[in-house]
């Protein structure tokens, strides 16, 4: 019995409640915030000059003035699936960690712990989900051959590219940008660390907490992990695309620390904070909704739980 013990909060139904919980709360929140995140790839992949010095509200107006409304939502369909399957990984895997830590201390909660499973669950997922990000980098900016180099795709479904990337490119185009990613595993762990630390301080009891506090909470959460890893999160973007910054000029197989030096060189340490506002604002509104959401099915569902054993 002590040896399923573990085992069995590992596979517990909870952890699958949360699974559930996190993946939709991020599937909504995307859809609803995803034309931000198509400025915000625009800003990291084009040239500097293209869009400088132009708000986010200016360049939404630019873009759908030169390529149409659609453009807006360009490549959704394969971003909403890469992070369901992302977000079902990373919430099953800490809350699996969490409970699995829970059992051997007794229950005992800290910032540290927190920081720690988030880190550990970051890292699953980055080799899990990693293929799945590359494809849909690269099919959001399909279709741009006049500002981009990649404009031969083969595919236009997550699928089809996961197929034709890994038989064209092989494993090392498919974890194109896994070294950075596994770097920013620190991203969602500090971004989990201080929601589970300001929600054990500012909610108390989650049971009565308002959706209000969940978004705020969530949102700072999200604002303090985005500006502490933005330059890496960029990094992470251009190695997706293949490399394909015009530019940048890059040469073959650029590696992270490469891509770092070329963009202090050429651009500057601006350049490495490219995008950050709209990055901000998806990120921070999409997060705040996602945590509010995922707390609300979580809760919704448990009491049905409860309610089915009485």
Not at 110 to 131: E, H, K
Not at 197 to 213: E, I, Q, T, Y
């Amino acid at each position: 019995m002590a040896q399923s013990k573990p085992l069995k909060e590992v596979f517990s139904y909870l952890s699958w409640v949360h699974a559930v919980s996190g993946a939709t709360g991020s599937v909504i929140a995307m859809s609803a915030f995803y034309p931000l995140d198509t400025v915000r790839s625009r800003l990291q992949l084009e040239e500097p000059e293209r869009r400088k010095a132009l708000s986010t509200w200016a360049i939404l107006k630019q873009l759908v003035a030169e390529e149409g409304f659609a453009t807006l939502y360009r490549g959704i369909v394969p971003v909403l699936q890469s992070l369901c399957i992302s977000n079902f990984v990373y919430f099953y895997t800490f809350h699996s960690l969490k409970a699995l830590r829970g059992s051997i201390t007794g229950g005992s909660q800290s910032a540290l712990a927190d920081l720690i499973l988030g880190s550990l669950a970051g890292v699953v997922n980055v080799f899990s989900t990693t293929p799945c990000w590359v494809v849909n980098t690269r099919l959001k900016m399909k279709g741009l051959g006049h500002r981009v180099k990649d404009n031969t795709m083969h595919y236009d479904n997550l699928l089809d590219g996961l197929i034709h990337v890994g038989r064209t490119e092989g494993a090392k185009g498919l974890w194109a940008g896994a070294m950075p990613s596994l770097i920013l595993v620190i991203n969602p762990a500090i971004q989990f660390m201080v929601y589970e630390s300001l929600k054990r301080r500012m909610v108390g009891d989650p049971k009565h907490a308002s959706s209000a506090a969940f978004f705020a909470i969530g949102a700072i959460a999200k604002a303090i992990a985005t500006v502490l890893t933005y330059p890496l999160q960029l990094i992470q973007t251009k190695l997706r695309h293949g490399n394909m910054d015009k530019s940048l000029d890059l040469p073959p197989d650029t590696d992270m620390v490469q891509m770092l030096l070329i963009i202090l060189k050429k651009q500057g340490a601006a350049g490495l904070f490219r995008g950050l506002e709209a990055k901000l604002l998806q990120t921070v509104l999409t997060a705040a909704l996602m945590f509010m959401t995922y707390e609300k099915i979580a809760r919704f569902v448990t009491v049905l739980l409860v309610r089915g054993k009485k």
